[in-house]
């Protein structure tokens, strides 16, 4: 697990955000980047700016190895299901992923099967957010006098379960942007506040922190707290390490496994016992 960013790009990211967020939301289309654009949510739009500035490089489709032994026939290579990669750069795929991965679980395994390209997933985790409530009748806008929860880098293990498969095979790799945001939301819930059940309207980028790069086994190992390395633990133990609510806390888990960090070691009365490899 690595951080490389320079004060350049927290730099190059904040002019990216004020360009980006200036623009009303479902309007930006970042000049001429073409198809998928129109409309997208600005803190995608701004992710994929920084990743490549080039907008020649946004919204490709990649090279398949069906299209060498179509033989030239564009009859068949129209008809070949393709994706289109939020970033294409040579034989290098950026997709930029604000919520769950479950979504692009069927297209990282499209381009594994299709392509030779590696795929680096870029996913935001805001460390710093302010909530900022807008009233649903007058529109005006309040933000919260504190912070909301911070994000923290191993908030993405619990969604890696999707994909951690193609992690492990060296496919696919994950790069966690650390970002100060401000999040929008109706106080259209319920409660005398209109807060609990609330509807967020966007969050929207306004500085990055760190970036960092989780490839290997070693890079997801070092996401766990020291006090899983002293002896085995059970699911709850981990849960409880970890901070993570139980269904969170089982997927994590999972994709740990998956990715050949933890192992089951034996049992203790009915629970699993599991060990860091």
């Not at 912070?147 to 993405?156: F, I, K, P, W, Y």
């Not at 994909?163 to 100060?180: F, K, Q, T, Y």
């Amino acid at each position: 697990m690595t951080g490389s960013c320079t004060d350049a790009d927290r730099e190059r990211f904040l002019a990216v955000c004020r360009e980006v967020t200036a623009a009303p939301q479902g309007e930006y289309s970042g000049g001429e980047e073409g198809i998928g654009v129109l409309r997208e949510k600005r803190m995608h739009a701004a992710i994929k700016r920084f990743v490549c500035a080039d907008s020649s490089y946004h919204e490709q489709r990649p090279v398949t190895l069906s299209d060498a032994a179509s033989d030239g026939d564009e009859k068949k290579r129209k008809k070949a299901k393709k994706y289109v990669a939020d970033v294409l750069c040579g034989d290098e795929i950026y997709e930029i992923q604000t919520g769950s991965f479950w979504p692009l679980k069927e297209k990282l395994g499209w381009y594994a099967a299709n392509t030779d390209c590696h795929v680096t997933v870029v996913h935001p985790i805001a460390i710093k957010r302010r909530i900022i409530w807008i009233d649903p009748a007058s529109g005006e806008a309040v933000p919260s006098p504190r912070l909301a929860r911070a994000g923290r880098v191993a908030d993405v293990l619990p969604e890696t379960v999707y994909i951690s498969e193609l992690v492990a095979s060296g496919r696919v790799s994950l790069l966690v942007l650390l970002i100060e945001a401000e999040e929008y939301r109706w106080r259209n819930g319920w409660g005398r506040d209109g807060k609990r059940g609330s509807e967020r309207f966007e969050m929207l980028p306004t500085a990055l922190a760190d970036t960092v790069s989780l490839e290997l086994p070693e890079d997801f190992r070092e996401l766990l707290p020291a006090e899983l390395n002293d002896t085995g633990f059970t699911a709850a133990g981990f849960a409880k390490a970890m901070k993570l609510r139980s269904r969170r806390s089982y997927l994590a888990l999972r994709a740990l496994e998956n990715l050949g960090v933890v192992r089951v070691a034996g049992k203790k009365d009915r629970a699993r016992v599991y060990e860091i490899i």
